[in-house]
């Protein structure tokens, strides 16, 4: 029944193309701007990072309703896993560039940050439509864009030197946003995908709980933090897609003893 409903036309007529549409160049362009003066001004003023944020919250909201599926929708708050990643890249990268580039060299930082930025922007509007073409290509770069952002909140966590309590739930919370746009493609009741996405904060809150008596530190961590949270996401995708099988498992299994061998070649690398 489900692969007859997979061969069944969209619902709905396809619209013009996004890159016809200047509105997602015009939003990569306020965040460059704000990203440059959040990086610019000193002492750091993080209410231009919020203000920031929430531009490209409400111009992504604004992106994704201009599509033909907006018409049919009833749920005036179906945009709102799609909101996920935008927003929270927005703010992961302008405090991890605040962390690790000073200088001349945020420009560079600014143009990859924005260049990002825009193709998760297209990413999200092409895949709106699971019946288009260009899907599976805007899945991908959107899984990218998820494994970056974790990586960047991980790794400012550390370099902020969170307590531990707060550490843990920051890095929980956002695992579980995270997770909600990985796991949209997978899971159509948004309840079972919430209920799926926290566990997989949970996980990986206590991966940060476990850190604790790790000598790891700031990047190392990051990447320890991003291999759990690859494992877990990963796992549960397969398994809302219903093809966890042994090929699967074992594949998982040496992405994770290569990341585990990583690591530990780069805390060697550190110690020295």
Do not use: C
């Amino acid at each position: 029944m489900q692969a007859e409903e997979s061969l069944q036309a969209p619902p709905f007529a396809a619209g013009p193309s996004p890159f016809a549409s200047s509105r997602i160049p015009l939003l990569v362009v306020v965040y460059a701007i704000g990203l440059g003066l959040f990086l610019a001004v000193e002492p750091t003023k993080p209410w231009i990072l919020m203000i920031v944020t929430a531009l490209v919250a409400l111009g992504t909201d604004g992106i994704l309703r201009t599509h033909p599926r907006a018409v049919l929708e009833e749920d005036i708050a179906w945009t709102a896993p799609l909101l996920f990643l935008p927003t929270l890249m927005s703010l992961g990268a302008g405090l991890f560039l605040e962390d690790a580039l000073t200088g001349y060299w945020a420009l560079p930082g600014i143009v990859i940050a924005s260049a990002m930025m825009g193709a998760m922007l297209y990413a999200e509007y092409i895949s709106v439509d699971p019946y288009g073409r260009a899907y599976a290509g805007a899945r991908f770069v959107l899984n990218l864009g998820t494994f970056f952002t974790a990586f960047a909140f991980y790794a400012v966590v550390y370099s902020f030197d969170v307590a531990l309590v707060p550490a843990a739930l920051t890095v929980g919370l956002i695992s579980l946003l995270l997770s909600v746009e990985v796991l949209r493609e997978s899971e159509a009741d948004p309840v079972r995908a919430l209920v799926f996405s926290a566990a997989i904060g949970i996980i990986v809150a206590q991966a940060r709980w476990a850190l604790y008596f790790l000598p790891l530190e700031s990047y190392l961590a990051g990447v320890f933090l991003l291999l759990v949270f690859y494992l877990t996401s990963g796992l549960v995708q397969h398994h809302l897609n219903d093809d966890l099988r042994g090929p699967v498992i074992a594949e998982f299994g040496m992405i994770t003893v290569l990341g585990i061998v990583i690591v530990t070649i780069g805390r060697v690398f550190e110690s020295g």
